[in-house]
């Protein structure tokens, strides 16, 4: 287990259970960055191993952009990090946009910033808003990855990667056992102290 997993275990922020996802499958876990990010020292510790990874990598964005509301923390606070501004998209009728004044210049550098990437819809989406602007989209940098691979098509920095199962909900093995199917968010979460570490 990594710091950044230690941080999200101790934060109560590792889940684990039945779970129906916003995209109607069901996972056998669950990651609440936000239970980590209320914490300003543990943000700053777990976004600081992203900001390593760039300085590493070499990569230098003028500026980072979160989609609302997971990426919002974490570009401010990676933002804070790298000494660059932060912004975030949100959805306007369904289109994620830049609002509230926010702008970018053609041909700035910008990092996406998301809590958890599972698909990177709401990257992509976010970098197309962006692009559609004259800004280029250099990476997306997150706290967790749990995207697969081929399946987001700019480099992603992250502090730390957790494998979780996900399930069609037709063919879900869970749905077979006890296990109460509940909804992330909910108020039957099941922290995960000291939970089996399936997921991880
Ligand atoms: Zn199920």
């Given at each position: 287990m990594d710091r950044t997993q230690e941080l999200l275990k101790e934060s109560g922020a590792l889940l684990h259970g039945h779970f129906l996802l916003s995209s109607g499958k069901h996972s056998d876990g669950y990651v609440q960055c936000a239970k980590l990010l209320m914490h300003p020292e543990r943000a700053a510790e777990a976004v600081g191993v992203i900001a390593d990874k760039l300085r590493r990598a070499g990569v230098q964005a003028d500026m980072v952009c979160g989609p609302a509301m997971g990426g919002i923390v974490i570009a401010y606070e990676l933002g804070r990090q790298l000494g660059v501004p932060a912004i975030f998209t949100e959805r306007e009728n369904g289109e994620m946009t830049l609002r509230r004044g926010f702008e970018v210049r053609e041909g700035q550098r910008i990092l996406i910033a998301e809590d958890v990437v599972t698909t990177g819809k709401s990257s992509m989406e976010s970098a197309r808003a962006l692009e559609s602007k004259g800004a280029k989209v250099i990476g997306i940098a997150c706290l967790v990855d749990r995207s697969e691979a081929g399946t987001v098509s700019v480099p992603i920095y992250s502090s730390t990667q957790i494998r979780i199962n996900t399930y069609d909900a037709d063919t879900c093995?869970?749905?077979?056992?006890?296990e109460p199917l509940v909804k992330p968010g909910s108020r039957n979460l099941t922290p995960s102290a000291g939970c089996r570490d399936l997921y991880i």
């Open positions: 093995p869970l749905c077979r056992s006890d």
